[in-house]
């Protein structure tokens, strides 16, 4: 069905059909970013003509979850000595397809449960998820995969279904992070036909990997977003009060004051506040967010966290650092808490993301969206995202604006604060401004 988009033409290009396998989706399945991506890119896709519809693990805790809204039958088969059933949902208006192998493998309460076994049952998934398209006669034009919990999804295809049945697919691939199972992401990007990852500044730091720089022709850095209806203090229910920009000071004190209240807080001073949410991983700087707290502090601010740390260590590090710190100004939270996070970018000033290496990194654009000031570390997606307001303007003027003169053209598009050192004596160097 070959035929030339023309510019100016009345007649519609044909949607795509595109069919997203993935682990995580927010907010039923949400660790991290890629949970927020991969609705949003779905959403984004789905608003632009095409077809999406998602196929995810049926995991256990979705029988307790209050936002999966309504899940009916879809398909029963045997197939590889199990029984695999699907079911199906709407969710955030997207059509998800959840394949459960029937071998118990997502009886955890839990995405991931860590280690081998992971590799184990996301592989099974990835190839019932194929067996299912095959099964009920879908032939999508893209079938999407995400990190390496969906990697095999790209050589099953074109080993083992492409030849059988489900033959019109082509594969693109995402890598959200490229820390985690970097043999699969390899493998990946050589059997799909196109990859991505999440930022310009990413695929150019991880471009000469021996793993991806044979299939570099094949490699686009796409910066990822937020979805801005997801993401939105006008409407978020989450918040104490709702907010836009000309009610944006009465809306971030009503936050503050319930932050400050949650989180056990005694000063409730007229005082800026910095925050942090993140998982606590090296990856996040952990060195610097706790820099941060004593540093916002010492120049009579608030500091609050939310904070998963799958490491014991870690978490036992930052536990000190609460007990260390004056509890009047300081309040930390421990946990995957969505409401929480919502509730830290409304009444935050100042978000500070200050991490080793961030593909893409979405905290620093909610915080924009909740009228939060990001300080980052200007590495990957954070500095594609964030740009100085004293040395960037005349790239943020390009980047953001197109113009080549920001003096001449006055266009001032800067939005944050940034550092390039990995010191404390960095993070001051933008924290302090
Ligand atoms: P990563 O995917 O590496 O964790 P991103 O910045 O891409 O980092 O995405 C993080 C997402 O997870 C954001 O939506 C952020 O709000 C959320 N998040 C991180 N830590 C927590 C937490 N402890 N509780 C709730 N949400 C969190």
């Known amino acids: ?62 029988d307790s979850s209050p936002l999966l809204g309504e899940e009916r039958f879809e398909a029963e088969f045997e197939w590889a000595g199990a029984r695999v059933r699907v079911t199906t949902a ?26 081998k076994e992971d590799q184990a049952r996301f592989e099974f ?19 999407h995969s995400h990190d390496w919990s969906t990697a095999d999804v790209a050589k099953a295809y074109w080993t083992e279904w492409h030849g059988y049945g489900l033959w019109r697919p082509k594969v693109i691939f995402t890598i959200h992070n490229m820390n985690y199972g970097a043999a699969k992401l390899g493998e990946a990007a050589y059997y799909s036909q196109r990859f991505t990852t999440v930022s310009p500044t990413y695929a150019s730091e991880v471009g000469g990997a021996p793993l991806l720089a044979p299939h570099n022709a094949k490699m686009r850095g796409i910066l990822n977003g937020i979805d801005p209806d997801i993401w939105d203090p006008e409407t978020d229910a989450f918040l104490p009060r709702g907010y836009n920009a000309a009610s944006v000071e009465e809306g971030k004190a009503a936050a503050r004051a319930e932050v400050r209240r949650r989180l056990g807080m005694s000063d409730w001073g007229d005082k800026p506040m910095v925050g942090v949410v993140s998982r606590l991983t090296k990856q996040k700087g952990t060195h610097l967010i706790a820099h941060a707290a ?16 799958p ?33 830290i970018y409304a009444a935050c000033d100042v978000i500070v993301v200050p991490s080793m290496f961030e593909p893409c990194g979405l905290t620093q654009m909610i915080a924009m969206r909740y009228g939060a000031v990001p300080v980052v570390r200007h590495t990957g997606g954070l500095r594609d995202t964030v740009f100085d307001v004293d040395f960037d303007k005349g790239r943020a003027a390009w980047d953001l604006e197109g113009s080549t003169d920001w003096q001449a053209d006055g266009v001032d598009a800067t939005n944050g604060f940034a550092f390039d050192g990995a010191d404390e004596g960095a993070l001051d160097s933008a924290l302090n401004r």
Not at 90 to 115: I, M, S
Not at 316 to 343: I, K, Q, W
Request: overall charge negative; proline content about 5%.
């Open 1 to 62: 069905d070959f035929h030339l988009p023309t510019r100016g033409a009345v007649a519609h290009e044909p949607g795509l059909y595109v069919v997203h396998v993935a682990v995580e989706m927010a907010p039923i399945a949400k660790v991290g970013g890629m949970g927020d991506v991969v609705t949003a890119l779905g959403r984004a896709v789905q608003a632009e003509g095409h077809r999406v519809e998602l196929v995810l693990p049926r995991y256990r805790f979705f």
């Open 311 to 343: 490491d014991p260590k870690v978490q036992a590090e930052f536990a000190a650092l609460a007990n260390s710190l004056d509890g009047a100004n300081a309040g930390f939270a421990f946990a995957f808490d969505e409401p929480l996070s919502h509730l």
């Open 90 to 115: 709407v969710v955030e208006g997207l059509r998800v397809w959840f394949v459960d192998p029937g071998n118990g493998a997502f009886n955890a309460n839990t995405v991931y449960v860590g280690g």
């Open 294 to 309: 004593w540093r916002a502090l010492e120049r009579g601010g608030q500091f609050v966290l939310l904070g998963s740390a």
């Open 125 to 143: 998934f990835c190839r019932a998820a194929l067996e299912f398209l095959l099964r009920t006669g879908r032939q999508p034009d893209i079938l």
